[in-house]
Structure formats: C-alpha cells, structure tokens
C-alpha cells in the first residue's frame, strides 16, 4: 500500500471504531496532503463532512477519531502529532524514524516505493492521431507528447497498454488525390518514381482546387472514391502509396521523440462500419433525421437549442468520423477486451467524445465496466499570443521544431564548454539532443494540459524556473557528487540518517513519489508530476545548501540521500518521456 492510502485506511478504521453507525453506509475516509508544512504532511477532512450524518459537532468528531488514531496499535510508531485545526481538519505529522526508515526500504527497491497495480486492466490510449496527407501540426505534437507520458506511466504500473495512433487515413479526400496523382503524375501513381509527405500534401492543395474548378476531374474524383470504397486494385496501391510516405514521416517524428505508437487508422475500421449501422439499426436505436442516419442523446444540444444528434451516416450513405470513433469503441472493448480507453485530443473534440460516450453507453458498448476518459487539452501559442504556426505549416518542418529546440541547446552547451571543458564533441551533440527535446516535451507536460500554452525556446531552454533543464541540472548534481565519493566510500552497509530539518523535508518529499505516480495515472494530469519533480529539485537544492556532504560526519547516509533522488529524479523524469544526463 502507498504512504497515503496508509494513513487513510487507519484514520477510515479509527472512524468507524469511534462511530460504529459508519459501517453501514457506503463511506470512506478522505486524506490529502496537507496544503501547507506548518499543517503538517497530511489532513483528513472528514469530520466536517460527517457532521450532518453524526449529529455532532466536527471538532468533537475530529478529537473522538484523534483519541481512537493515538492509541491504536499501528500508529505508535507512524504520529509525530495529530492536531485539530480550524473547523474540524484533524492534521498529521508523521514521525521523523518512520520517514527515514521509510526512504531506507525506498533506496533497496528497484521500482522505489511504487507498487504494482493490484488489478492490472487493459488500456487503450488513443493519441497523436494526426492525418493522412495533411499537415501534422503542433496540435497533433502535444497530443503525442501528452499522451506518450500518461502511456509510460500507466505502464509502469503494470497494466497492459494498448498505444492507438488513429490515423485519419480514409475518407473522400483521397479520390482527389488518387485521380491527381493518376492524371498529373503518373510515373509516382505507378510508383516508378518515389516522393514524399511535402510532395503530397502540395498535391493534395493542388487536387482541391482543381476539384472545385474542373467538372471532369471532380467526376473522375468522385470514381475514384468509389474505387477505393470497393477495394478497386490500381485505387488501392496509390492510396497505400499516399499512406506509407505519410506514416513514414511521422515516424521520423516518433523516432525523434522516442515515441512508441501502433498505427491503426481510421481505414482499419472501415469494413466494420456497415455492420455498425446495421446492428444500431436492428436494435432501434437510429433515428431518420433529414435522411441520415442518427443517434439521438438526452442533453446534447446546438445553439439554437435544437437536440443534437450524433450522425452515423450521412444521407448521401456515407459514413463519417463519429461511425468509426463507434465502430472502434466496439472493438477495442469487445475485441480488444480494454477496461478502460484513454483519448488524447485537443478541447475542440469535447462534444464529440462526450457524445461518442454517452452513445456508446446507450447502445451497451461501453457498460459501467469500461472507463471512458477523454484527455482534452488546449492550444499552443506562438510569441504573440496566436495560434503557432510553423512556418509553412507542414510536417517537415514540425520535425525542424524539434532540430531548433536542439540547435539552441546545442549553442548554449558550446558556450559553457568555451568556458570550461566539460564535453567531448559526441557527448556534446547527444547532450543537446536530450536538453533540446526534453525543453520541448517539458514545456508541454508542465502547465494544466487545459490552458493553452506559449511557445517560446528561450524560456523552455532556462536553467532557473519550472523547466527540464532545471530537472536535468539538479540531476547533474547528484551525479557530480556520485562521482567525487563513490570511488572512496563503501556504502554497502550505510543507511540514511535524517538529521537535519532539510534532510527531513527531502525524505518526506521522496516519500510522496509512489503517491504522485497513482494520482496522475487516475487524472491524467501530466504536471502533477512534473510539479513534485519541480518540487524535489527545489528541496534537494536546499538539502545541498545547508547540509555538508562531502567530509561531514554523515557524508555516508547523505550521499544515499542524495543517490536516491537522483533515481527518483531520473525514474520520474523518465515517466514524462524525458531523459538526464551525466554532466553539464
Ligand atoms: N485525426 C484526428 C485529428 O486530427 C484525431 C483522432 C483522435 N482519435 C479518435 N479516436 N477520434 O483531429
């Protein structure tokens, strides 16, 4: 069990040993952590929200639960203190030879504190997702980065993960494409010649406009989606064509980012889709709306106040985003046996998955079994304060986002090797790369995933502040003390020994770590950990300040202090997809 649900299944027993009338009711006792040090390490708030089920005053609660918590068998050796504060908070402080014994067991154990999941599920997570032949955009890279760091830390607690890249690879588009390419250039259509994502995506612009202005391709447009539909052969080899030079540019990105994704777009769907209809049909739960097919759903409405349908198929017979989003519901919880899928989207998509919810809901696709979660998230700005664009908004040149955050890295350790040999020039360039990139993701993961989010190297790229580098620095200075004592001190058999108030508060903090890893696998909140490691550097920083290591009395259990937030650092950082280096 984690530290705090430790301390919430003593306070929930001590609870129901002061009011046995608890046990009848569904209840269970709420602990946090406390929102402040001078309120302790963690409060409960219950006997406030007991009241009224009690008939007593909360404090009288509070003090009959701290009377039960001070005498109880486990927590002689766990309460420093427990206080009742303001209108009934009963406040916990725990003992300083419980912390230290604690980071002791955390320093001997490879997963450092975290335990497996008891009930390990199977997970979908749905992200990245971008389309086929279009522009993969910043929106489509926070989605990636976002959703690569949840995946990593779902996994580390042991569920089975499935990672869905959603690819937008069907639809009418491609018949635009498929005749361009035919008409205009066939050597590529025959696949004499080879091309790749720029060439297409200007194509693709390209076919548009001549879609809209020539009668004849529009006619030849239209066949050819009707070719692609039936499985037609010379329409089918130019759109896998189209497929793999998209997905090979995104990979390069995927690789770049070290990302790991199974492509399954939107095309895999594609033969379920009839079925779909069908079956939602047989089972009365389409409705004729203007001659679509639809989905009706209580409390979705439009802004005229007109009930808002979710449309399966189109009144031309065509099928569209909200049939596969169903079709691929079913299967991953009927096929794919999932517990629980996870989408990663930009707000924008709210109504859509809320209504793709409440419909799998109603037509028994997802039961009260499944967990539905749609992971929204906001825009990324550039400087002024608009929407960012690359500038020329294609996918080429998101990957030369990622090479400028690398090459400004790279400029900034050349300057410090000016001053001081620190790297070689390989250890120099993977340094960059780890700095670069990571500035990158952490830039993304470190705000509330709802806000929009500015993009901006030079703040990212800062050594002070809420950044990577100020993770990866404070990383460095535990290794650089490693380094210094490791070869001169055996420390097989020394143990931590919290002496001081700051090794005092970097133990309790490296206690909170199992606590964090759970909290963000359930609210899917990337920056509550990126806040905890921000946090950890901070207090180590103190640590390192005002407690002597090297050539102090406790230079043996400091050392180990130190050694362990580095792994905690390091495994945390991990997590986010992030990566620390040795020196700096
Ligand atoms: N391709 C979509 C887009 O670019 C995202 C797909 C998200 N996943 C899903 N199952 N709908 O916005």
């Not at 879609?211 to 692609?228: G, I, P, S, T």
């Not at 955050?405 to 040999?421: F, M, T």
């Not at 002597?548 to 362990?564: H, K, N, Y």
């Amino acid at each position: 069990m984690i530290l705090i649900e430790c301390i919430q299944q003593m306070c929930h027993e001590a609870f129901i040993q002061a009011y046995p009338t608890l046990i009848t009711e569904p209840w269970m006792a709420e602990v946090t952590r406390a929102t402040s040090v001078k309120f302790g390490h963690y409060q409960c708030n219950s006997a406030m929200k007991l009241t009224k089920r009690l008939a007593k005053n909360p404090k009288e609660i509070a003090a009959q639960v701290i009377s039960i918590l001070q005498t109880g068998e486990g927590s002689a050796g766990l309460f420093e203190k427990l206080e009742i504060a303001g209108p009934g908070f009963i406040n916990v402080w725990l003992k300083a030879e419980f912390i230290e014994s604690e980071v002791n067991k955390m320093l001997g154990d490879i997963r450092l504190g975290v335990p497996k999941i008891k009930n390990p599920q199977k997970i979908a997570i749905d992200f990245s997702a971008p389309n086929t032949a279009k522009e993969m955009h910043v929106g489509h890279l926070r989605s990636t980065i976002i959703g690569d760091a949840l995946a990593r830390i779902i996994e580390f607690l042991g569920h089975e993960l499935l990672r869905l890249n959603h690819i937008g690879d069907w639809g009418t588009q491609f018949g635009m494409l498929i005749a361009y390419l035919k008409q205009y250039q066939p050597e590529v259509a025959s696949g004499e010649f080879e091309t790749d994502l720029s060439h297409l995506m200007q194509w693709y612009k390209t076919s548009k406009k001549i879609f809209d202005e020539d009668l004849v391709f529009k006619k030849n447009a239209q066949q050819e989606v009707v070719a692609l539909q039936s499985g037609e052969a010379s329409a089918i080899q130019i759109w896998k064509m189209i497929c793999d030079i998209s997905q090979k540019a995104y990979h390069q990105i995927y690789d770049y980012l070290e990302v790991k994704l199974i492509d399954r777009g939107e095309s895999f769907y594609n033969p379920m889709l009839p079925g779909i209809v069908k079956e939602l049909t047989d089972k009365g739960y389409v409705v004729i709306n203007n001659s679509a097919k639809c989905i009706f759903l209580d409390g979705f409405k439009n802004r005229e106040g007109e009930a808002l349908p979710m449309m399966l198929q189109k009144s031309d017979g065509g099928y569209n985003y909200d049939t596969t989003d169903m079709a691929a519901m079913k299967h991953r919880v009927q096929i794919e046996k999932c517990n629980r899928l996870i989408y990663v989207t930009d707000s924008g998509q709210s109504t859509h998955f809320a209504m793709l919810f409440a419909a799998a809901k109603k037509v028994g696709y997802a039961d009260e079994n499944i967990r539905l979660d749609h992971v929204p998230f906001g825009l990324v700005l550039g400087p002024d304060g608009k929407k960012y664009k690359t500038r020329s908004g294609d996918t080429e040149k998101l990957i030369d986002l990622l090479s400028e955050g690398v090459s400004r890295a790279k400029k900034i350790l050349l300057e410090r090797n000016q001053q001081e040999a620190i790297f070689t020039e390989t250890e120099l360039e993977e340094t960059a790369k780890i700095i670069g990139v990571s500035a990158i993701k952490y830039a993304d993961l470190s705000g509330n995933r709802i806000q929009d989010y500015v993009f901006e190297y030079d703040k990212m790229l800062k050594l002070e502040g809420n950044t990577a580098a100020f993770l990866i620095y404070a990383y460095v200075r535990t290794a650089g003390i490693k380094r210094k004592l490791s070869e001169k001190q055996d420390l097989s058999a020394a143990k931590i020994q919290l002496t001081h108030p700051m090794e005092l508060n970097l133990a309790m903090h490296l206690l909170r770590f199992p606590e964090i890893v759970y909290q963000v696998a359930d609210d899917l909140f990337p920056n509550g950990l990126c806040e905890y490691l921000f946090e950890l550097a901070n207090h180590f920083n103190q640590f390192f300040r005002d407690c002597r290591i090297i050539g102090s009395e406790q230079q043996a259990s400091r050392l180990l202090l130190s050694d362990l937030t580095a792994q905690v650092l390091k495994l945390g950082m991990g997590l986010l997809g992030l990566k620390t280096v040795e020196k700096m």
